[in-house]
């Protein structure tokens, strides 16, 4: 039987927001905004979570066990493009909530999560026509946060949409929003992009709890070293301390621990996406040290005998991928299919792919991302709110008369800003 402690009952009462709170009335998990856990990051100090992406059941239910032990904040996430309407996983916007409830009161987890909907992708007007009905509907499902993701069209459009998408979702939420495209080397985000996108949205009342840059980082398999760029995250959220916003650190799969510590130390960093180890790393695939997965002479995965999917399965995942053409950065697609597959494993062959993700987390969150002991912080910041809604970081700097959609388009023109090639990079 999970005791809890008085605190603790206390942040359930008021810290669950209200969509929480009407799906789960009788639930003992804490199921928080994201502001709570860049709030929480921030009174340590120097500290940054994991966004754990939740492609399958097995990374989910790690991640939680993982916080659990460290007794640290937590963030639970997928993609639109991962779990949304044209899904490859099988935690989607609109059940991931009720998954991470029903774990948590499952396994006895007592710290603060928040549900985020990760890339929420605008490449349009018609994206944002859909949003209309869509984004209320995953708050609807139990969304705590969400990620805007306009990042990719030209930096006046990328803020015209952002303004637009705000009045979707709730004051109360996390929000995140987005500046140069995440593609490695490519397109590298500049100080003047992210502080037009950060003062415009500051002109109209807007005060966003992180920005995500391209700092150097890549998603899914990462081949290269190039890996994130310190300074320039450094320089660039300088330039953005006025306004009080927090870094979120995307491509966290393709860089050593380092590297991720520097982040976490130099920067105002408090939020890590991990999404590529953490599906590898409950197959069962061979690692390095920071979760990428190694290829052995022929250009293949390897799977480490007596650990993660029981090794048939295995044979089937990869006979199933060649049989789409599908290339490496492809296997990312066989969640859906096989979920049900790995479900039906013995309970010990389950056990050890979601302890495999328990472990790599663990690490990182404490000897790499310092949030040990971050739960008791949030839990706090609720107590001293009284409130699930514990309001913006930022104030009204800019004038609104300077941020007018004919001076939004001319500043925006006078911007030098590289986006980069088209890809496949929202997830």
């Not at 007794?71 to 991470?100: D, T």
């Not at 004919?406 to 911007?415: P, S, T």
Request: aromatic share 8%; glycine share 8%; proline share 4%.
């Amino acid at each position: 039987m999970t005791e809890f402690s008085a605190d603790y009952l206390k942040a359930l009462e008021v810290g669950r927001p209200p969509n929480v709170v009407k799906l789960f009335p009788h639930s003992k998990a804490l199921l928080v905004s994201g502001k709570v856990i860049d709030r929480a990051m921030l009174a340590k100090g120097n500290a940054l979570t994991i966004a754990a992406n939740g492609r399958n059941s097995f990374a989910v239910r790690g991640a939680l066990r993982a916080a659990q032990r460290a007794n640290a904040a937590l963030i639970i996430e997928i993609a639109k493009s991962e779990g949304g309407a044209n899904a490859y996983c099988p935690v989607s916007l609109w059940n991931m909530a009720r998954q991470v409830d029903a774990y948590c009161n499952e396994m006895g987890i007592t710290v603060p999560v928040a549900i985020h909907a990760d890339h929420y992708g605008i490449k349009g007007d018609a994206d944002i026509e859909a949003a209309k009905s869509e984004v209320p509907s995953m708050f609807d499902a139990g969304i705590t946060s969400i990620a805007v993701d306009a990042s990719h069209l030209p930096d006046a459009d990328n803020l015209n949409a952002s303004i637009k998408m705000n009045a979707l979702f709730p004051a109360w939420a996390g929000y995140e929003t987005e500046v140069g495209e995440i593609k490695g080397k490519h397109g590298m985000s500049t100080a003047e992009e992210a502080l037009f996108l950060i003062q415009g949205l500051n002109a109209h009342g807007i005060f966003p709890d992180w920005i995500a840059l391209n700092n150097g980082t890549s998603h899914g398999l990462e081949a290269s070293d190039a890996g994130i760029q310190v300074e320039l995250t450094t320089e660039i959220h300088n330039a953005l301390k006025p306004y009080n916003v927090s870094g979120a650190q995307h491509g966290t799969s393709g860089n050593n621990s380092d590297r991720l510590r520097a982040i976490a130390v130099q920067t105002q960093t408090t939020k890590a996406n991990v999404a590529t180890a953490l599906q590898m790393i409950s197959w069962g695939l061979e690692v390095n040290d920071y979760g990428n997965a190694i290829l052995d002479e022929n250009e293949q995965f390897i799977k480490v005998e007596g650990e993660g999917v029981e090794e048939a399965v295995w044979a089937e995942m990869v006979a199933y991928a060649d049989s789409k053409g599908w290339k490496k950065g492809d296997y990312k697609k066989l969640n859906l299919p096989f979920e049900n597959r790995l479900l039906a494993q013995p309970a010990a062959i389950r056990e050890r792919m979601v302890q495999r993700v328990e472990d790599f987390v663990y690490t990182l969150l404490v000897d790499v991302f310092n949030a040990k002991d971050t739960a008791p912080l949030a839990i706090d910041i609720i107590l001293k709110a009284n409130s699930y809604d514990i309001g913006a970081k930022g104030s009204a700097i800019e004038d609104p008369a300077e941020w007018t959609p004919e001076k939004i388009a001319e500043k925006g023109a006078a911007i030098d800003s590289d986006k980069g090639p088209e890809g496949d990079w929202d997830d």
